[in-house]
């Protein structure tokens, strides 16, 4: 089922255009990692999305309505975005109160998403004394009050601590693998969601770059695979004419040692279809391994 | 509607700013009580035994009208400021509906501040009235129209913070303008140029209690001219609140 669903979104703040023609969707029951640098446009698509920016065209659906349509919103989606805040004099249950008593919800709704995010002991506690992960957990036990289907959470490991991280990660997984919800996580780090999404959408300078399932991202064969060999002079036009795409790999601080002992970075070839024309040239090669950065590599020329 | 109001209110009375605002204001009250009973008779000031001066007496429960304002702006700048508006759209998406929960919050609590004013007006008032020698008749036929005046004036100087608020979004500059309006302009405009000061809110909530225009000015309209011009003022408040909320993007 299709849960979220953006359609050629366009949003300009004066003369940046923000999100620009923007499409993608976001199915029940997975986890999508929305991924792209600083200023890509994420924040601005999940704010439209909410309803919270108008966008100038295009349209931004969640369980095929928009935002203002949902018959009563917190009970369909759960967000937690950046730059939200809580006031500093309110204490932790006393925020969530507010949001059950406007949502027309039991208020001991409160009390148990503070249980679920592990802040019980805090509730009564300022929101001023506060560090940035209790804020963080505080903002996903508003997002939990209705028991929404849909999540929608703006870089939420900002401000956690690797524990916190790791916390995160399973409860997400909780959410779509146990209750089925659709769970759109934006990031501008990609090995941050690496473990976590099943899916990601990568945007650009407000442009939507690509799309798919993480395992595609992986394998389609760009993922560079860096190659040793004496003879690399020899093996790296036989890897050209079988259609890799070779570069001496880029070793700044012992460069001439390397290019020596013969480094290749090849892309758009398996390790073993390099190894099989090692093979055949009767190239010794001495080091045969994918790039462990290959992932962050490809995010960084897919959003260059 | 009516859950969206008690989630106003509950705002409000969950932040520690409103008994500060609420204990500044009935501060002003009693300075002002304890002023116009000492100097009651004396050269410019009515006596508090007769009909003028009690009238003048119990409407210094007005006196902390600009907190009840300063109340108003906070219900709107407190949430751009701490970015609780994001929560409050989320769950109200149609803003205009918050809009209206927040007006009517902030009526009710300027009628609080209103009637909490009018209860320390009179625990002081008519035991001075009565030490003073004078009759507590003297306002028996005012007193009422005082008291709704005083809670009028407080429920719309709320509403008037909050159509400020929402016009400016920044706390502190909805508060000088707002400080600078009741406390300079509007005091000089009524006591100097009362031709024009009887049309402002300050000049009508005078109107509305019935208070005496200065020695020699123009007098203050009707009373019932004045409620009709107060209520005027907050629909006027009421529609800048909302086309300022309804269309901004929160970013
Ligand atoms: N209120 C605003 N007024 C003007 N420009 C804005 C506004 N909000 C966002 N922008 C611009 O829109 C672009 C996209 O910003 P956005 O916050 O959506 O990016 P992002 O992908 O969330 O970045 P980050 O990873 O830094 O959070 C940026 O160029 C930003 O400067
Ligand atoms: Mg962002």
């Not at chain 1, 640098?37 to 349209?59: E, I």
């Not at chain 1, 009563?72 to 309110?90: C, M, N, Q, Y």
Request: hydrophobic share 50%.
């Amino acid at each position: 089922m299709t849960a979220i669903e953006i359609s050629q979104l366009t949003k300009t703040f004066g003369t940046v255009r923000a999100v620009d023609g923007v499409s993608f969707t976001v199915e029940a029951g997975t986890i999508t990692g929305f991924l792209g640098p600083n200023g890509a446009g994420k924040t601005t698509t999940l704010r439209c999305l909410l309803g919270l920016v108008a966008a100038d065209s295009g349209t931004a659906l969640i369980n095929g309505q928009s935002y203002a349509h949902l018959g009563s919103p917190i009970s369909a989606v759960g967000a937690v975005l950046e730059a939200t805040s809580f006031h500093p004099g309110r204490t932790a249950r006393n925020h969530l109160r507010v949001l059950c008593v406007s949502a027309g919800l039991p208020e001991s709704r409160a009390d148990e998403a503070l249980e679920q995010v592990g802040l019980a002991d805090a509730a009564g506690q300022r929101v001023g004394g506060f560090s940035l992960g209790m804020r963080q957990r505080l903002a996903l036990a508003g997002a939990l009050v209705g028991k929404p289907k849909v999540y929608i959470l703006d870089e939420p490991s900002n401000g956690l601590d690797p524990a916190g991280i790791q916390w995160l990660r399973g409860f997400l997984r909780y959410l779509a693998e146990e209750t089925g919800a659709a769970v759109l996580v934006s990031s501008h780090v990609l090995a941050e969601v690496q473990q976590t999404v099943d899916h990601v959408v990568i945007i650009a300078k407000g442009k939507l770059v690509h799309q798919g399932r993480l395992a595609d991202l992986t394998v389609n064969g760009s993922t560079p695979v860096r190659v040793v060999a004496r003879e690399a002079d020899r093996l790296g036009p036989a890897l050209e004419r079988a259609g890799g795409k070779v570069d001496p790999a880029p070793a700044p601080e012992n460069a001439a040692a390397e290019s020596a002992a013969g480094v290749l970075t090849v892309r758009g070839m398996t390790p073993e279809a390099i190894g099989q024309v090692a093979l055949d040239e009767r190239v010794v090669l001495s080091e045969l391994v994918r790039e462990r950065s290959g992932l962050e590599q490809i995010f960084l020329e897919l959003t260059a | 509607m009516t859950r969206l109001v008690k989630a106003e209110l509950l705002k409000v009375f969950t932040t520690r700013m409103v008994w500060g605002m609420l204990a500044l204001s009935l501060g002003f009250t009693l300075i002002s009580l304890a002023a116009l009973s000492i100097l009651s008779g004396q050269e410019g000031v009515p006596s508090i035994t007769e009909s003028a001066g009690a009238i003048a007496l119990f409407s210094s429960a007005a006196s902390g009208l600009v907190f009840a304002f300063i109340i108003g702006t906070l219900v709107m700048t407190g949430e751009y400021r701490f970015q609780t508006i994001t929560h409050t759209f989320l769950i109200t998406p149609r803003r205009e509906r918050v809009v209206a929960a927040k007006l009517a919050a902030c009526a009710v609590v300027g009628a609080i501040f209103g009637v909490a004013g009018m209860l320390l007006s009179a625990v002081v008032a008519v035991p001075a009235i009565l030490i003073k020698g004078g009759s507590l008749s003297v306002i028996d036929g005012d007193i009422a129209r005082v008291g709704v005046g005083v809670i009028a004036a407080m429920a719309l100087y709320t509403i008037l913070g909050l159509a400020m608020g929402s016009l400016l979004g920044n706390q502190i500059a909805a508060m000088v303008v707002g400080i600078g309006w009741i406390y300079v302009l509007e005091n000089l405009l009524v006591v100097l140029l009362p031709s024009v000061g009887r049309w402002l809110p300050g000049g009508a909530a005078q109107a509305v209690f019935g208070v005496a225009p200065p020695i020699g000015g123009t007098p203050y309209l009707p009373a019932w001219g004045g409620a009709l011009l107060l209520a005027g003022y907050a629909l006027v408040f009421a529609v800048v609140a909302s086309t300022t909320t309804i269309r901004r993007d929160i970013t």
